[in-house]
């Protein structure tokens, strides 16, 4: 697999069925980018890949009601080349400029979510709500 996507192309679909929900995925996470969906940070990998996939969003749009999903809720990516599923397996709260967030998980297929915290939050959020998923066979 090797497909490479320019910034501001909207490169697949997040669905996240508990919240019955298709988001667009746009290749990168400038304030431009994140106008138009669900981030993807170009440093990362993507869906197929054997490490961390990291896709953010604002708190305010795309990820409004994130913090319903919980441990066993289901990610699918929808990808030009293939469909993936990931499981949700963890959630945490961060530093909003912390940098571990972003690590190789390899040879793990990974994915990393992350938005601004606290939820309700007016202005720059000091927080971010980040979710792990695991790749999973789960249709």
Known sequence: MNYSFQKGEVIGILEIPKLQAELPIVEGTSEYELQKGVGHYSSTALPGQPDQILLSGHRETVFRRM????????????????????????????????????KSTAPNETLTVSTCYPFTYIGDAPYRYVLTAHRTEIQ
Request: net charge negative; aromatic share 12%.
């Open 67 to 102: 913090g319903e999903l919980k441990n066993g809720d289901i990610f699918q990516v929808i990808m030009p080349y293939g469909s993936f599923s990931y499981e949700i397996t963890g959630s945490q709260i961060v530093e909003a400029n912390d940098p571990t967030v972003i």
